[in-house]
């Protein structure tokens, strides 16, 4: 994970082994980050809660969906195409309720 962060922030720098100091930089900037979180999510069900109604259907639904709308060998039809399309857009649908749904549980106290 490290040495992705370090591409993303730094695509023009030197390899991340050559570099102590940005190294370390990320390794306490991260662990910083997973303290701070820590600390700030009481209880670890709320955690999951978000990160399953996210993950699940971006796995099920979005990535499948965004595979055969890229169509990177050029065999998906009109049609797949479309179902892809309606695919995406009910996954977010479905996805931006179980998020609200969330946030009210998480608002008015109910854990159901």
Known sequence: MLNQLH???FPNKTLLAKDNTRFWSLTLAILA?????AIAIPNIWYFFQFMGSTSAVSLAFIFPG???LRDAWGISTARDRILAAVMIVLAVVTSTIAISSNIYSLITGNQS
């Not at 980050?33 to 979180?37: G, H, R, T, V």
């Open 33 to 37: 980050f997973c303290y701070l979180a």
């Open 7 to 9: 591409q993303f922030l």
């Open 66 to 68: 965004a595979i055969a």
